[in-house]
Each structure stands twice: as C-alpha cells, then as structure tokens.
C-alpha cells in the first residue's frame, strides 16, 4: 500500500466500471413528396435528379410510386439538411408555378 493512502484507506477492493457516455445518434428525417394532379412528371423527376441526387432510373421509380401511392421518400437527413431540402424544393415549385409539395417526416 503506498504511503499516501494511509488517510483515506487504499481503494484496491473498489470495484469501478467505466461510466458509459450516453450518446444517442441524432435523429434523421424523411423527405417525401406528395402527390398532386398538376405538376408534370417531368418536373418531379427532375427535382428527383437535382435536390436529391437521384440518377434518372431511380427518381423515375420514386416519382411514380408517388404518383400511384400518393406520397414517397426522396431522401433521410439531418434535420438541418431535411429542413433545407424542403425549403428549396417547395421554394423551386413556386417559382415555376407548380403545386408539387415537400415535406418532412420523423424517421
Ligand atoms: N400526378 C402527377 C401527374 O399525373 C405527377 C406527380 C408525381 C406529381 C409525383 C407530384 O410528387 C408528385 N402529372
């Protein structure tokens, strides 16, 4: 036993775990678009392709899921990057006079 535990007693018995750093991964959300009976689909697909980084095959499958299910998933972010995406689209269908509506969605 060292010299300097003799005050307090020496803690060799003390069995200690390591306190376990509560982090949580931050929560994402869901971009989805709905649909509308106005915007054509041309427009959407492009959206698809600019806002969200679709290739051609993929924002055609989205869209039209959209079009036939009434809404779909274009992306997950941040929240941040969710609240932005859906700012810009909703501000670029505006623009170009269209309804097409963005939104977003707790994962
Ligand atoms: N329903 C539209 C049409 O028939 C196409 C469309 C698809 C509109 C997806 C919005 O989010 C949308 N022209």
Redesign the pocket.
Known sequence: MAESDHQYGDHRDLAVEEDRPQLKHPPMYKVV?????????EF?VHILEFFFNKDRPTATRI??A??TEG??VAGVYSRDVAETKVQQVNSYSRKHQHP??CAMEAE
């Open positions: 678009l709905l649909n509308d009976d106005y915007t054509p689909m959407v869209m039209l959209v079009h809404k779909g097409l509506m």
